[in-house]
């Protein structure tokens, strides 16, 4: 069974900064894709970023130009650089691996202040 273990979440005032990590105890090259997804209180699970083949990038629009996706593949981590963050990102933040099955880490908690 494969582990995603997410860290990096916390406070942060609006405008600041965060990186999001994903470590798996499997070779991340192994899956299709990766993906990092939020949820909100109240509110459906939603796609943030994902990367195909550790190359193919794509972003929801709501955080295009202000987050990064990005993977470590000697520390099988997955990231994702927060910038210019806005209280609407507030979330509990998931990591997803794609391969013969569909893993999800545990969440982590990002809040951001106005």
């Known amino acids: 069974q494969v582990q995603l273990v997410e860290s990096g979440g916390g406070l942060v005032q609006a405008g600041g900064s965060l990186r999001l990590s994903c470590t798996a105890s499997?070779?991340?090259?192994?899956?299709?894709?990766m993906a990092w997804y939020r949820q909100a209180p109240g509110k459906q699970r939603e796609l943030v970023a994902s990367?195909?083949?550790?190359?193919?990038?794509d972003y929801a629009d709501s955080v295009r130009g202000r987050f990064t996706i990005s993977t470590d593949n000697a520390k099988n981590t997955l990231y994702l650089q927060m910038n210019s963050l806005k209280p609407e990102d507030t979330a509990v933040y998931y990591c997803?691996?794609?391969?013969?099955?569909?893993?999800w880490g545990q969440g982590t908690q990002v809040t951001v202040s106005s």
């Open positions: 990367i195909i083949r550790t190359t193919i990038r």
């Open positions: 997803n691996a794609k391969g013969t099955q569909n893993h």
């Open positions: 499997a070779r991340i090259l192994y899956f299709n894709a």
